[in-house]
């Protein structure tokens, strides 16, 4: 049995994963995995960074659970002012839905925006959780920097690398469905 | 809050870490360090693959713990027939006295001595433990190779780099 109260979800942005459409099928698999990982080792709190790509994944994840009825607090870190104000309308339209969707915002710094705030946010949410999950593939980058800190800290990592996120076609009743799949290679 | 009940742990044997004499202080320090994960996340049963290195300075860091009167449930997972067969007097003498102390020793294969049999005990280790201890310097080999399946079965990881263990 293991039991995990707060974790953090670290990760790259889209241009490391899957590109900038979420309705890209590789993105609704990692959703999935990130919700059984939330609801099978019974975590009660998620701090995200709300960044573009893996933070804004796992914050549509834990929406998913708590609109199902799941007792989940979602807690935003955002690094600081105007965090989404580069982005693209639709993109800010999402930002702020999930924002409206989250029990807690927390402004971890007041600052402009800064790359390096980004680095201060991400130590912040670290240190306040039990656990990392890193949606990670295993280069060098601030995802890195995060693994390390984490691993520092002599918490717990729960690494996903995103190359073994596999959706699997499968013909099924008749239809070509997407099926979920997770493959060891 | 975050508690284990069952850890594993995967790590080097000597010649990727410090010295042969485990007495060694960067061992005593990462033996400390160990105790400390195991109390602090409330750890009630571990498996240790009882290799020579990290594997026994684990057990040996479980075997201090239950001596404080803590309980904890030490099983020693034996990858193969005569494990220590090839070791110098010393050491089976030692890994004797470790495996005296375990609560419950496991023959994970009844073959004889083949490195592949290891990768197996691993497996076992991973798939009986809700989380995995790994003192690894992030090469490839036996440990790299438990880490990637730990990762594969989403189990959480806590990862310690022997190189930045300080002895000041």
Redesign the interface.
Known sequence: ??????LCVVGHKPDKLWGYDIAEPHYDVLKE?VK??ITS?GIKRVYVGMELGAGQLCAQACVDLKLTGLQLELIAAIPCQNHSCKWPESAQNYYNYLLAMCDQKILVSDAPYNTYLMQVRNQYIIDNS??TLAIWDGYADETADCVEYT??K????????PK?IIVQPVFDAGILNEKVF?T?D | ??????LCVTGHRQDKLWVYDMNEKHYQALKE?IK??IISYGVRRVYVGMALGIDQLFAQACVEIKLTGRPLELIAAIPCQNQECKWNKDSQNYYRYLLSMCDQKILVTDAPYKPYLMQIRNKFMVDNS??VLAIWDGSSGGTGNCVG?A??K????????PS?INVA
């Open positions: 049995m293991l039991f995990i109260d707060a995995i059984s990982v080792y039990d656990a691993a520092g002599l918490k717990p990592i729960i690494r996903l690398e073994k997770v060891e | 809050m975050l508690f284990i009940d069952t360090i400390s994960i809700d989380a399946y990762e594969d989403i189990k959480p990881i806590i990862r310690i780099e930045k």
